[in-house]
């Protein structure tokens, strides 16, 4: 069994910043690509950023230059640093994480809980 917690998320103002956190337990051999997805009211979960196992990543243009997303691989955790946040980032932000358990070596991508950002003054 592979278990995600989040963390990190909270009121802020425009302009400000947050960090968030994911930290992946459990029966896992490798962890691959780990990213950060977004959910608003009223609207379709969407990817934000990926961050692949060789340290690569990909950036929704809306957040580039803003966002900035990293791992510790010896903690297993991914994390997104968040700048000049805006009130259009507001979201539960969902962290994925996807790897191999180390029981049978079996493929897995997990869903954090989600953590909720809401940018306002």
């Known amino acids: 069994q592979v278990q995600l917690v989040e963390s990190g998320g909270g009121l802020v103002q425009p302009g400000g910043s947050l960090r968030l956190s994911c930290t992946a337990s459990g029966s896992i051999f490798s962890i691959s690509a780990m990213g950060w997805y977004r959910q608003a009211p009223g609207k379709q979960r969407e990817l934000v950023a990926l961050i692949t196992g060789g340290g690569s990543t990909n950036y929704k243009d809306p957040v580039k230059g803003r966002f900035t997303i990293s791992r510790d691989n010896a903690k297993n955790t991914v994390y997104l640093q968040m700048n000049s946040l805006k009130p259009e980032d507001t979201a539960v932000y969902y962290c994925?994480?996807?790897?191999?358990?180390?029981?049978?070596?079996?493929?897995?991508?997990?869903w954090g809980q989600g953590t909720l950002v809401t940018v306002s003054s």
């Open positions: 994925n994480v996807a790897g191999r358990g180390s029981a049978d070596l079996r493929y897995f991508e997990k």
